[in-house]
């Protein structure tokens, strides 16, 4: 429940904001911004979880003895009443996509896209993403004892909810979690098996272990410690080994060229807000910037470590197109070794709107919108020449 809360609160930031502005006559004083998240979490459970009125209330008063804002009572009270009176009205006058998305992602998405697709954008942004799992082996057998969904693109499709751990074929290590859209860049790689491949910026290992069961040879290189040891903990439980080096992708090279590299780059991270509404109010365009410059820098390293042929998958989770094409253009213009190897829609479940018009693989939160969605990802292949 408190998860939930947390991140519907999030979600529909925007609206409830918007909703305390005009029930108070004044603005709250700078020091009783507890008092404003107090507002907030009783806003979102009045209207968005459904909690029973005098529930919400009561919890929301209470709370501001805990917080030392015991004098605020009567005003919080006051408020939410009101809402738990008009808010269902009051939400039909506001425009939910652009209250909840902040300015600089809307103009930027709006830019990129068109109004229309920012919208959908923005709307596909509201409701609770479903549980998406990639497995090892025997996908149909595996969504017949979870009662999920084999999707085009392969992977499993649950609904949200519970407890991941409490889930058939955990322990075994059957499956693990991941987005349908973050499960498409390995299988533009081909036929790995045999081959050496590098999963560059690897934690938390989602993809390394999609190359392994894939039979490659995988070296998975990340540069933060604390990382590295989640994506050896999350190995372990698969039953899967690879190769794990702690190093900066930047400066670290291999012993000699490998067959295939695979590059999620950090990045801006908006393209799952839909998983993590925290994102669209953590990340401002500065972060943009500099994880661009980080990603220019990973995408020549990588082209280094390549044979002649080798193939070089670099993706993003980012709907920015600083992060995404904009980088691939930047490294073909500087005569890079590299040629781009367009996408294929086959490859990808026959989605022919993953395609751009470059070739290269482009999701948005609404596709697959009449089963839950998809995580916004960019992905490009590159050969080395």
């Not at 909703?19 to 004044?26: P, Q």
């Not at 959908?120 to 942004?125: G, K, L, Q, R, V």
């Not at 499960?183 to 590098?198: H, K, N, R, T, Y």
Request: proline content about 5%; aromatic content about 4%.
């Amino acid at each position: 429940f408190v998860r939930h809360l947390v991140t519907t609160t999030l979600r529909r930031l925007g609206q409830i904001d918007d909703l305390i502005g005009n029930c108070l006559e004044r603005p709250l004083p700078r020091k009783a911004i507890a008092v404003r998240d107090v507002l907030r979490l009783g806003i979102c459970q009045l209207l968005f979880a459904r909690t029973p009125a005098h529930a919400a209330v009561d919890t929301a008063v209470t709370m501001l003895d805990g917080l030392g804002f015991a004098n605020f009572k009567k005003l919080v009270n006051a408020v939410l009443r009101r809402i738990g009176r008009d808010g269902e009205k009051m939400l039909t006058t506001q425009d939910a996509a652009r209250l909840n998305t902040p300015d600089w992602l809307w103009d930027s998405w709006r830019a990129a896209y068109g109004i229309d697709t920012c919208r959908a954008i923005a709307e596909a942004h509201l409701s609770e993403p479903p549980l998406d799992l990639s497995v090892a082996r025997d996908p149909e057998l595996w969504a017949d004892k979870l009662d999920a969904t084999v999707l085009a693109t392969g992977s499993l499709r649950l609904k949200s909810g519970g407890a991941v751990t409490g889930l058939a074929g955990f322990d075994e290590g059957a499956w693990w979690v991941q987005d349908a859209a973050a499960a498409l860049p390995v299988s533009l790689l081909g036929d790995v098996s045999g081959q050496s491949v590098i999963d560059l910026c690897a934690a938390p290992g989602g993809k390394t272990a999609q190359l392994i069961s894939s039979g490659a040879q995988v070296t998975a290189v990340d540069r933060g410690k604390i990382r590295m040891k989640r994506l050896q903990e999350n190995l372990h439980r698969l039953n899967l080994e690879a190769e794990t080096i702690v190093a900066d992708a930047i400066d670290w090279r291999p012993p000699e060229p490998v067959d295939a590299i695979l590059l999620d780059a950090p990045c801006s991270s908006t393209g799952t807000i839909r998983r993590h509404p925290d994102v669209a109010q953590l990340k401002k365009p500065v972060d943009v910037e500099k994880l661009a410059n980080t990603q220019s820098r990973l995408l020549v390293a990588a082209t280094e470590m390549l044979k002649p042929g080798g193939r070089l998958i670099y993706c993003t989770c980012s709907l920015q197109p600083e992060e995404g094409g904009m980088r691939v253009a930047e490294l073909l213009a500087g005569n890079a070794p590299v040629q781009r190897e367009p996408i294929k829609a086959a490859e990808v479940g026959g989605m022919e709107e993953l395609i751009t018009p470059h070739g290269d693989l482009r999701s948005l939160p609404q596709y697959l919108g009449d089963s839950g969605g998809m995580d916004g990802f960019y992905a490009a292949r590159l050969i080395r020449v």
